[in-house]
């Protein structure tokens, strides 16, 4: 099957390399992390020891039964904690924790939270992971679509339309989001109290099919939504731009008109030529979505997993960093692989390039 | 030779090229003329701009001009280091990758991948976080440069790869050229106005990603840039008390040396890629 | 009776700054129906120019100054751009374009682009009929026509790629075809087929005549029936193959061949520059012999003195002092 | 406007993933609360919830900020000093015991009475399970007894609690701050649970008690998300009748909601959207006349109790110089502290660890702070200090300062200030602070360390200085609490094993020039009853303090912030009618707010 059909040859090839950049990616994932001398128990320990005076071997006793239950001691046969001369806890060496990590991904289970214990990582994710995605997902497809549109129109009518809407594009898509963002919040939020300064929805409400809780959502949603709709819109704007120029000057388009093909064929013709490279940009924009919702979501108060994240890595919960980074490289990886077989079928070029059948 | 002449004559590349150059003079020249002070205190925090303080001042009562000035002197550090790191590593893996082809190709580019899989702005904090100086300017601006390079070289690599069955490389590689000739004497210099942009490119993203790392408080600790000003501006409410004089400038600053770098950047192709030329 | 007829034709561009340059000041000529006429001169001479003068096809920055093209009769110089595109452009008149190898879009099945191109003039024709008369007419050109239907410009070999242009280009049997340099990109075998091409389908009156552009005199030899020699805007010497090519009467038209025949391999490339100085600026008015500060045998007062075509051993020659 | 369909096409993609999110109590359908019923508190909840487990150290609001669903015995009031009446009755304090009286009427949210066996039990757990906070208080009383228990008709229960002293660890002072600490448990409730974890109190801790849970306070939990908190009313509260003559309070619904950020907390206090906040409010004079206001209407703005200072690792070159350290004290300029780092939210410091005003005013004495106290901005006098102690500064040609050495010529290590990155008030103390030492000549400089890294650094020693509030809690124990935690060596562990008080290593018992005459102290004070005694003490060591200069302190502040916007909710107390401590409501006594506040307009 897979000999004689070089196109399912060539995507199985491609797989097999995604797979291999999967299993490297997982195992920095995990030691990334785990590099610094920074120990999460402590934090954990500073919280804990709220009010009333401490006591120093209850305390130790605690850290010891901490360390036990995330796992970061070696214990005996009978589960007992391992000690050293001086008595303190030998901690598990990064490769055993290796183990009994991927053992457990395996199963789906990201293991807990050490700073939220005891939630579970998954648990996290799934509450977090909603609203990043309403937010980024919506706003870099429209602002990929109309971005792209707008490029093209400006490299097929150029003229004074392209005067205005090119400058434009590009002054807007250097200005960093959360310059944008910012912005918005101050003149529009604080300001003009025109729009929530921040926040999902009102404090008033608890999420629910309701038209009040929708409208309330969707209200909140404006500011975020337009400061990163924008920037992608501009950015794209200008890449499908040049691509389009790029398209008009060739043989083919030029020859096109010469035989009376009609000028909204010629259009498409160019504008699915110039689409597909823009597809790359698509897949990576979807993969940088949680990297990218950090920001927004820290400017406009928004829920998301980027929060989650970072006061994870601010306080070293390893199991939520790794548990959210791996969710990163899953989606980044998704994106790349489909955008690599879709390019393939849509672009004969590379399909023969890919497979070497002529 | 003629296309350079024909960057002269183009607007955009003035404007940006200007304009970029403008910042640089506020930047390095300034300082010369003007006492650049981010220590001492000359007042009550957000004084609102005065005769002898245009900007006002910070939260911590610090003559603003000075903090935009020295700001935008770090920030624009790090944009070139990270850019020629960036460019440089990106150049010779795509390069390479892109002329041997292969197997080599094909592990350099998982390489590349990786650091497109994981977010490099995690990367790039967890590394930071996890050296003790980790939040020198310095080490953030190198370690802004490794992460970056991915992207240099895939661009980089695409190119390389189409000049590969280029006549004048076969020839050079029957006249037994080593591949380290060939790719210096051969396919370098053909790249060089490319790289250029993919240095101009990096060094503005190299910019936006420090200050995105400072906009959530992991910034320099050992020196001010943009993204810390407007960090510290939200987190100790110049938002809410409508000081604009501390946010405003800052980031004006960012995105006049971002659009100045883009502009440049898109001149230069319209230039150097003639199907954009007319 | 003639095919098309260009009636002293005059065509200008307007640069950004409102100059105008006068790319074609002038000519006047008659394809008859089976006639094959060359049209040869160094390139920036205008024949480019001249063939969208001759499609009616003015788009801005060309403009039409003044004169008149006509097809059967029917004028189509002063057309709009839709009317022309519906009317003429591939139907009555066809062009072969210059660079066919990247002549074909890249993401489209070659059925699917010659569809396009037969639907643009008539909606009304269903697939089915289409796909047909593709059939019929790529097997006729000789191509595999299922195959080559169905597969994408970059599965094809150059050759192929250049019978697939033609077979488009002609589906709608035009009256007359412009074949602009078809031949430049292509080694000599290649050329010689394509040439061959073109007569079957002339002989098969699939088209009526052609007009067949280079910049290589020699190469007309053994395809036009007769020549027109351009130079700076203007037809300079019009005759029969065999009249211009052995017995050129104006200085140019001898310069041009003399340029050619010179040439050894080493230096093929640089003809037909090998004549000293450069074309006029046709941005001003210009009086006198355009050809008079490059001309070999110039006298005192051809600078000064318009020149005419006329009859010198029945042919045309622009030159007061051909004989 | 194009991008509306978008925003509705997402809104509702978002719900349809989204709803995962919210855990609303089923028995209530409601999808809001109304304002006018609602009181909004913020600054007590950072993060999404984890848990409501009431033996988990780090739970969720309101769990962690005490009595709204889980109360204490007894409320610490740090204005007067006194510990009022909750759970229990009243109290007593013996030579060996303290002895407790609880509340008749005290029930749970389940009807239950709150008697002594949950006490007892509560405590007990802290014997039985090293890991839940309450396991350090064991070192300082031996045992939990019922004296009444057996002597009782049936029906009737315990309301007589003794908590007997450790004889070696004799400390009254650590029992009554506990008293006003623990939250009473439901022994029928936890008992259970526990034996179904097969007596694992790690299984036991991955309970949430997110449903409900039963605790015998004014509000009962609601329901939570990861933007939100919110408590709904117990109508059959048992206080009610106790301590307000059978009224309710007047808030349905208590809610906390979650901000990613100080300065939303701010702009929700001053858009009217949140009606208490404990959150560090910068310029809040600037918020003023948006209806948002603190303690006092003019400086300080707040009654300050705590006192962050630099802690100093004194086995460190040179910092185990007192006369470094004291050196150190006359540079930093606290005037610049005071106005930028804390918007002036601080009377001028003294030096010593003793508070010139409030309560512990009675111990303080301004003549031994004039003689012997070095925390005064006098950067002459830090120069002389430095010169006397031979050390000196090296600055290069445009008087920058490279480095500073010893006696000997020897370059001194620059001192570096650890401080958790991203707490930006605590940040900008450290940078004037190192302006201010370099100045002097003294080679320091900042480092911000992410909180994980800090914390292990505090614990291990592993620091020069090291920003740190100590005691930050109010608690009836103060000052002492304080001076214990920053100089008691009785625990003393080299750097790089852990302390859980006086990180610095101060006065380590086996070194030389130990001053056995401070553990004494530490031990003495708790145990003494008259004032006098008290004060001659507190001034013994406040002395010692001073000349040794084992920390420096920086600047006064509160052991939390206070402020209230009257837009919704009038009512609260404030300097005028200080009726209830500078506490939020749900937090402490500041729950009592919640009768005492009316709607606005």
């Known amino acids: 099957m897979l000999r004689n059909n070089p196109t399912l040859r060539h995507i199985a090839g491609r797989a097999g390399w995604y797979f291999l950049t999967f299993l490297v990616a997982v195992t920095i994932n995990f030691f990334l992390p785990r590099l610094g001398d920074a120990s999460p128990v402590d934090v954990l320990m500073a919280r804990a020891a709220g009010g009333g005076t401490v006591d120093q071997k209850a305390q130790l006793e605690k850290e010891k039964q901490f360390l036990k239950d995330f796992g970061l001691v070696e214990l005996d046969a009978k589960g007992n904690v391992v000690e050293d001369a001086k008595g303190r806890p030998v901690r598990a060496s990064l490769l055993s924790q290796y183990k009994s990590y991927l053992f457990m991904s395996l199963q789906g289970d990201l293991g807990t939270s050490i700073l939220q214990h005891p ?97 309330s959502a969707g209200y909140y949603y404006i500011l975020p939504f337009l400061s990163i709709f924008l920037v992608v819109l501009g950015g794209q704007a200008i890449g499908m731009r040049s691509m389009c120029i790029y398209e008009l000057g060739t043989d083919y388009v030029k020859y096109a008109k010469l035989l009376g093909i009609k000028e909204s064929k010629i259009l498409l013709y160019m504008f699915r030529n110039a689409m597909l490279p823009q597809l790359t940009g698509l897949a990576l924009a979807l993969g940088g979505m949680v990297g990218g919702a950090l920001i927004t979501e820290i400017i406009f108060n928004y829920p998301g997993l980027g929060t989650a994240l970072l006061t994870a890595i601010q306080t070293y919960d390893y199991p939520v960093i790794t548990g959210c980074t791996l969710l990163v490289t899953v989606t980044v990886l998704l994106a790349n692989f489909t955008v690599d077989v879709l390019i393939g079928f849509l672009d004969p070029r590379i399909r023969v390039a890919q497979t070497g059948s002529k | 030779m003629k296309l350079f002449k024909g960057l002269l004559k183009s607007p955009g590349f003035l404007l940006g090229a200007g304009l970029f150059l403008l910042t640089l003079i506020l930047a390095f020249v300034v300082p010369l003329f003007m006492n650049v002070d981010t220590e001492t205190r000359v007042g009550l925090a957000y004084m609102p701009p005065s005769a002898q303080h245009w900007l006002g001042t910070d939260h911590m009562g610090v003559d603003m001009l000075s903090m935009l000035i020295a700001g935008l002197r770090s920030s624009l550090e790090v944009g070139f280091m990270a850019g020629t790191i960036a460019t440089v590593l990106g150049t010779l893996i795509g390069v390479y990758g892109g002329y041997k082809g292969g197997l080599i190709d094909d592990i350099l580019t998982l390489g590349t991948n990786l650091f497109l899989v994981i977010p490099s702005l995690i990367v790039l904090i967890l590394l930071s976080t996890s050296l003790e100086e980790g939040r020198s300017l310095f080490l953030i601006a190198l370690f802004i440069g490794c992460t970056a390079w991915t992207w240099s070289a895939r661009a980089v690599r695409a190119q390389a790869s189409s000049l590969r069955a280029r006549d004048h490389v076969n020839l050079a590689r029957i006249n037994g050229y080593s ?22 490119l990096q060094t503005a993203a190299g910019i936006l990603t420090e200050a995105s790392i400072s906009m959530l408080g992991l910034g320099p600790y050992d020196s001010v840039s943009l993204g810390k000003i407007l960090f510290d501006a939200k987190a100790s409410e110049a938002l809410t008390d409508g000081a604009w004089w501390a946010f405003v400038p800052a980031m004006v600053l960012i995105t006049v040396v971002v659009f100045a770098l883009f502009v440049v950047n898109t001149a230069m192709e319209g230039i150097f890629n003639p199907r954009l030329r007319k | 009776m003639a095919v098309l007829e260009v009636e002293d034709l005059r065509v200008h561009y307007l640069t950004r700054f409102g100059d105008k340059i006068q790319a074609v000041d002038g000519v006047t000529f008659s394809l008859e129906e089976g006639e094959i006429l060359g049209i040869a001169g160094e390139s920036g001479c205008g024949k480019t120019t001249l063939v969208s003068g001759c499609l009616g096809l003015y788009i801005p920055p060309l403009h039409l100054t003044s004169g008149d093209v006509r097809i059967n009769g029917e004028s189509i110089a002063r057309m709009s751009m839709d009317e022309n595109r519906k009317k003429v452009l591939g139907q009555k008149v ?55 239907l169905n597969s994408y410009p970059v599965q094809l070999p150059a050759g192929t790629k250049q019978r697939v242009v033609i077979g488009i280009s002609t589906l709608l049997n035009p009256k007359v075809v412009i074949a602009d340099e078809p031949t430049s990109a292509l080694d000599v075998t290649t050329q010689k087929a394509v040439i ?19 910049h290589e005199l020699p190469l007309l030899r053994h395809v036009s029936s007769s020549i027109a020699v351009m130079y700076a805007g203007q037809f300079v010497e019009v005759g029969t193959t065999e009249q211009v090519i052995f017995d050129g009467r104006m200085p140019y038209t001898r310069a041009l061949m003399g340029s050619m025949l010179s040439a050894e391999p080493g230096q093929r490339d640089k003809k037909p520059f090998a004549i000293e100085g450069a074309p006029p600026n046709l941005g001003k008015p210009i009086r006198g012999c355009r050809f008079a500060e490059r001309c070999p045998v110039v006298q005192p007062d051809c600078s000064s003195t318009t020149q005419e075509l006329r009859i010198v051993r029945d042919r045309q020659v622009r030159c007061k002092y051909a004989s | 406007m194009i991008r509306f369909p978008a925003v509705r096409a997402a809104t509702l993609a978002l719900l349809t993933l989204g709803l995962s999110d919210c855990r609303p109590n089923k028995s209530d359908t409601s999808s809001g609360f109304p304002r006018n019923e609602t009181v909004y508190v913020g600054g007590r909840q950072w993060g999404e919830p984890n848990s409501f487990n009431p033996l988990l150290g780090w739970q969720g609001w309101p769990v962690n900020a005490m009595n709204l669903i889980y109360e204490t015995l007894f409320l610490y009031n740090p204005d007067s000093g006194v510990m009022e009446p909750l759970l229990g009755e009243s109290y007593e304090v013996k030579d060996d015991s303290v002895e407790v009286t609880l509340q008749e009427k005290a029930h749970f949210s389940d009807g239950k009475p709150v008697t002594g066996y949950d006490v007892k039990y509560t405590f007990e757990l802290g014997k039985t399970y090293k890991s839940v906070p309450v396991a350090s208080f064991w070192s300082y009383i031996t045992a939990v007894n019922l004296p009444e228990e057996g002597t009782l008709p049936p029906g009737k229960f315990p309301r007589k609690v003794v908590f007997v002293l450790d004889p070696k660890h004799k400390n009254p002072l650590v029992v009554l701050d506990q008293l006003q600490n623990q939250r009473i448990l439901p022994k029928h409730v936890i008992e259970p649970l526990i034996a179904q974890s097969n007596n694992d109190i790690n299984t036991f801790n991955n309970l949430k008690f997110d449903k409900d849970p039963i605790g015998s ?30 009224k309710k309070a007047a808030a ?81 300029n606290y005037a610049d502290i005071r106005e930028l780092a804390v918007s002036g939210y601080s009377e001028p410091l003294q030096s010593g660890m003793i508070l010139p005003f409030g309560l512990e005013s009675k111990y303080f004495n301004a003549e031994d702070v004039k003689t012997h106290g070095a925390s005064v901005y006098d950067p002459e006098r830090a120069k002389a200090t430095l010169k006397a102690a031979g050390y000196q500064p090296v600055y290069d040609e445009d008087g920058k300062l490279i480095e500073t050495r010893d006696a000997q010529g020897k370059r001194l290590p620059t001192i570096f200030i650890k401080s958790p990155a991203g707490w930006t008030d605590w940040e900008q103390i450290v940078k004037i602070a190192v302006r201010s030492m370099r100045a002097a000549g003294i080679d320091a400089r900042e480092r911000f360390v992410d909180a994980s890294v800090f914390w292990t650094a505090q614990n291990n020693g592993d620091f020069d200085l090291l920003m740190n509030t100590p005691s930050s809690e109010p608690s009836p124990s103060k000052p002492w609490s304080r001076f214990e935690f920053v100089l008691n060596s009785s625990d003393y562990a080299p750097e790089g094993e852990k302390m859980f008080k006086n990180f610095g290593r101060f006065n380590n018992p086996k070194a030389k020039g130990y001053e056995p005459r401070i553990d004494a102290l530490l031990r003495l004070i708790p145990q003494l009853k008259a004032d006098e005694e008290k004060a001659k003490a507190y001034r013994e060591l406040n002395v010692l303090y001073m000349k040794l200069q084992p920390t420096i302190p920086l600047v006064y502040r509160p052991d939390q912030f206070y402020q209230f916007s009257d837009r919704v909710w009038k009512g609260f107390p404030n300097s005028e009618r200080p009726f209830l401590p500078p506490q939020i409501p749900g937090d402490r006594l500041g729950t009592r707010i919640l009768w005492h506040i009316t709607p606005a307009g």
Request: proline share 6%.
């Open chain 4, 217 to 246: 306070g004014p509000y009962r939990l609601h329901s939570f998300s990861s933007e939100k908190i919110a408590t709904v009313r117990d109508d059959n509260y048992w206080g009610n009748d106790v301590f307000f003559k059978g």
């Open chain 1, 119 to 215: 939630k579970r990582v998954g648990e996290i994710i799934s509450t977090a992971l909603p609203w990043t995605l309403g937010l980024q997902l919506p706003t870099i497809v429209f602002g990929w679509i109309f971005g792209n549109l707008l490029g093209a129109l400006a490299a097929y009518k150029r003229g004074a339309f392209d005067n205005v809407a090119y400058p434009g594009a590009l002054l807007i898509s250097s200005i960093p989001g959360f310059c944008l963002g910012i912005g918005l919040v101050f003149v529009l939020g604080i300001k003009l109290d025109w729009f929530p300064a921040g926040g999902g929805y009102d404090d008033g409400l608890t999420p629910a099919f309701t038209a009040e809780f929708l409208s």
């Open chain 4, 252 to 332: 349905k619904y208590v809610v906390h909601p979650i901000y990613k950020g100080n300065e939303h907390f701010s702009v929700a206090l001053q858009q009217g959207r949140l009606d208490a906040s404990s959150t560090f409010v910068p310029r809040i004079w600037l918020k003023q006349k948006k209806g948002v206001h603190a303690w006092f209407e003019k400086e300080p703005y707040f009654p300050q109790s705590v006192i962050p200072m630099l802690i100093v690792n004194v086995e460190h070159k040179p910092l185990d110089d007192a006369q470094m350290r004291r050196a150190i004290a006359f540079a930093i």
């Open chain 2, 179 to 200: 591949t380290l000739g060939i790719v210096m004497l051969h396919i370098l210099p053909y790249l060089l106005s490319y790289i250029f942009m993919v240095f101009i």
């Open chain 3, 94 to 148: 066809a062009m072969i374009p210059q660079g066919a190898l990247n002549s074909l879009n890249p993401t489209r099945k070659i059925k699917d682009m010659a569809s396009d191109m037969i639907l643009s003039h008539d909606e009304t024709v269903d697939p089915k009929t289409i796909y047909e008369r593709l059939r019929e007419r790529f097997d006729r050109i000789g191509l595999d026509s299922v195959e080559v």
């Open chain 3, 196 to 214: 061959r091409l073109l007569f079957e389908l002339m002989d098969e009156r699939i088209i009526s005549s052609m007009i067949f552009i280079t």
